[in-house]
């Protein structure tokens, strides 16, 4: 209590010190700006399905306002990575890629970790997950398992962003700016209010890059991107009681895509051209009933996704294997919930979840003819078979097509002033999760090759298809269960602490067909010689357990709370958690090269701390910073490895660190505004600067490649004036360099590097 009392002195006389001498300097105090949106200028809307209130949440959660984005320069959640503790999004190279980590628990590939929703819309494919986050109202990043309320594929956390409705916000906003590397934004919306009860808005915003890196076998850049999109709203108060929301987005996206460098040489040179092609569009319908003493909410949401992603898979100059994947997506979402909405010792809530996904993909891997050569000739002329390829490109084709549905009922109850204790609750829940995902393949190759016979002897020509076909279905029916504690110590100030259970669904791999069909065509041409025999190599499963993997399962375990230190000043929110992981999903490469799998690594445990600290020492001003540990790792994973000489041997992981799972995470962060009285050239001005490190960041399972801790550092000064605001901007002003992914493909390194230092400036005008 010593070391508090004067801790909290120091403060308050540094404090007092420095507004002081800032009221001076200025001559008067203005509202203040980050801290203010942070506490107060947030309209937070009640959730659908929780019992608890968002301001005093029983979870680890990050809110940001609009001011908080403009601040921080977010524009994806990728810009959210490090800001919110133990949370990190890599950047791939593509909006196709959006893979999330929280807690050190994510996916590369496969189903999401972590779920979005936009006006609780769920976003069903991570390529969905990166888009420009846009007239938004909020955003809510709930780091842990959120299964039971949330159902699959939320065992890492939730994010639940917001955009604003024309009830409650009105006006237009004018924006257009520029940048380095031929950087160009602009965006436009309109809300309005038709009377007191309905009101609509429209936006609309475009983005432009020339690109960062240079390919030098073509001489171009190689990711320069055209990103363009908007949203529509309507929002009625049909009556009292009853009000409908009706939302509509585009986006639209058109980039070059994979700038990956070879790690010794630094350089960008491959010969097939690489891009990401995406149109999205999402609708969505809400309805919500107050009633007495409770409220029944119903949103409805429909999402499609068509995009086309064409890629060199060797990433060199010679011709191995080329991809080309098409997706096209449709997702129905139907949830209807029940919650109480009084101030009662007991709160409730029950719901009912369904959906139906369709997506139909096209991945077609070309092989190319150096990799004819090298995979296909080479193997088969060390056999001793008198075979010659004739093709200079072999297809490998596929149709899949993928429906999965699912079923849920859940409920959450929530006991206050529980033993008469003024504060303490208990929270307890439960999820019955059904899912069916089924797939239908239709892979098939044809190649073309010689046999030379007898000595002097024109060689015979032949042709072999080979074709794979059928279909492969999983159930899964889990329980989802969540227990929480809190106790309320002042409105500003808990502790809670929570146990529940979180699963990320199975599925089938698609890309693994590459190495079926090469395995059948090697067997084929094999049989068809006489006295070869088919030749399999070793032992051969089903198709059905090569292309499948199980779900993921985990149990949170979490001690945490808020801490009002200095009213309305000086608070610090913290976390302590255990997650217990089985059946972890980790991504590989396939034998071949020719793509990705999805396979089970066993067991893992992370374990970590999250810390938080935000300062007002006066009005405009304010400081924050943050951190997260996160200590990831496998538990129990052994794998089995073949030599190229055929011997097999068992190599364990156990004990290394999660691929991808940063082990620390900090930001720390501030604002000072100032108000200019009777100034004929500005009446405000704000300047935010952050700083967001990440790190150390492992790259495959045997952690034989990393990224060390490094850090980027941004500013943005805005200048007001009336209408118009001036705004200039810089990320990673000191030009850190890094790595924001790494990886190994036939025996050579990757990487894809973090973006250069950039600059630029808008004007903003609204209305």
């Not at 947030?42 to 929780?50: A, F, G, Y």
């Not at 100034?679 to 405000?684: A, L, Q």
């Not at 002003?733 to 630029?760: C, M, V």
């Amino acid at each position: 209590m010593k070391i508090y009392s004067l801790i909290r002195k120091i403060f308050v006389i540094v404090s007092l010190l420095f507004c002081f001498a800032y009221a001076s300097a200025k001559g008067g105090s203005p509202k203040d700006t980050l801290y203010t949106e942070l506490k107060n200028d947030i309209v937070i809307l009640s959730s659908t399905k929780e019992t608890n209130s968002l301001r005093s949440l029983p979870a680890a959660v990050s809110v940001f306002s609009p001011k908080n984005l403009d601040a921080l320069q977010v524009h994806s959640l990728k810009d959210l990575s490090a800001i919110v503790p133990n949370y990190f999004a890599a950047d791939y190279g593509s909006k196709m890629t959006s893979p999330l980590y929280i807690r050190g628990v994510g996916a590369r590939s496969g189903d999401q970790t972590v779920s979005m929703y936009i006006d609780n819309i769920p976003y069903f494919n991570t390529t969905s997950f990166d888009t420009e986050l846009f007239d938004i109202q909020r955003i809510e990043v709930l780091r842990g398992t959120q299964g039971t309320l949330y159902g699959r594929n939320a065992m890492g956390g939730i994010i639940n962003i917001y955009t604003f409705s024309p009830l409650t916000y009105e006006g237009t906003t004018i924006k257009a700016g520029g940048g380095s590397y031929g950087y160009f934004s602009a965006n436009a919306s309109h809300y309005h209010r038709l009377n007191n009860k309905m009101g609509i808005s429209i936006g609309a915003y475009y983005h432009r890059g020339n690109g960062y890196f240079k390919n030098l076998y073509t001489g171009n850049k190689v990711d320069d991107m055209k990103n363009a999109g908007g949203r529509a709203k309507f929002v009625w108060d049909i009556t009292s009681r009853l009000s409908a929301n009706y939302s509509v987005s585009f986006d639209y996206v058109d980039q070059g895509a994979f700038p990956y460098a070879n790690i010794e040489t630094g350089d960008i040179d491959y010969d097939s051209e690489g891009y990401y092609k995406r149109k999205l569009l999402t609708n969505g319908l809400a309805l919500r009933y107050a009633g007495n003493g409770y409220e029944i909410n119903s949103t409805t949401g429909y999402q499609y996704l068509n995009d086309e992603m064409n890629m060199d898979q060797d990433y060199t100059r010679q011709s191995l294997f080329q991809i080309n994947q098409g997706q096209k997506q449709n997702s129905l979402s139907q949830e209807i919930t029940i919650k109480s909405n009084n101030a009662a010792n007991y709160q409730w809530s029950i719901g009912g979840y369904g959906f139906y996904d369709y997506l139909h993909n096209t991945p077609p891997v070309y092989m190319m003819k150096d990799g004819i050569k090298r995979f296909l000739q080479d193997p088969l002329t060390s056999m001793g078979a008198p075979i010659t390829f004739t093709d200079e490109q072999i297809d490998l084709n596929g149709q899949y097509k993928r429906p999965t549905y699912g079923v849920a009922i859940f409920h959450q109850s929530t006991f206050n002033n529980i033993f008469h204790t003024e504060g303490l609750s208990v929270t307890l829940g439960l999820r019955l999760d059904y899912e069916k995902t089924k797939l239908d393949y239709n892979a098939s190759t044809t190649a073309n090759f010689e046999v030379q016979g007898r000595p002097g002897t024109a060689p015979i020509p032949f042709s072999a298809d080979t074709a794979i076909v059928g279909s492969s279905s999983n159930d899964f029916l889990e329980l989802l269960p969540k227990a929480l504690v809190k106790y309320q110590i002042s409105p500003n100030s808990y502790m809670y602490i929570s146990a529940s259970r979180g699963y990320k669904t199975g599925g089938h791999n698609i890309q693994i067909f590459a190495d079926l069909l090469q395995e059948a065509l090697e067997a084929k041409m094999m049989g068809m010689m006489p006295g070869m025999g088919s030749q399999p190599s070793g032992k051969m499963e089903s198709i059905r357990d090569r292309i499948s993997y199980k779900p993921e399962y985990s149990w949170n375990y979490e001690l945490g709370g808020q801490l009002d230190i200095i009213g309305n000043t000086l608070s610090t929110n913290f976390a302590f958690y255990y997650i217990d992981v089985r059946d972890v999903q980790i991504t590989q490469f396939i034998k071949s090269g020719g793509g990705r799998m999805v396979s089970n690594a066993g067991k893992a445990v992370s374990k970590g701390i999250e810390v938080g600290l935000k300062a007002r020492p006066c009005n405009g001003f304010y400081l924050y910073a943050n951190y997260g540990f996160a200590d990831a790792r496998f538990k129990d994973y052994e794998i089995e490895q073949t030599d190229r000489k055929g011997n097999t041997s068992v190599v364990s992981y156990t004990n290394n660190h999660i691929p991808f799972a940063p082990t620390s995470t900090f930001s720390v962060g501030g604002s000072i505004s100032c108000n200019f009285r009777n100034n004929p050239i500005v009446d405000r001005l704000t300047l935010n600067s952050n700083f967001a490190g990440i790190g150390k960041i492992y790259w495959a399972e045997d952690n034989m490649m990393s990224q060390s801790f490094y850090g980027t550092l941004n500013a943005h000064l805005s200048l007001d004036k009336s209408i118009f605001t001036v705004e200039v901007w810089g990320k990673n002003i000191l030009d850190r360099d890094y790595n924001t992914f790494l990886f190994e493909s036939l025996g050579d390194h990757f990487g894809q590097k973090g973006k250069p230092a950039r600059w630029g400036a808008s004007l903003k005008i609204k209305l």
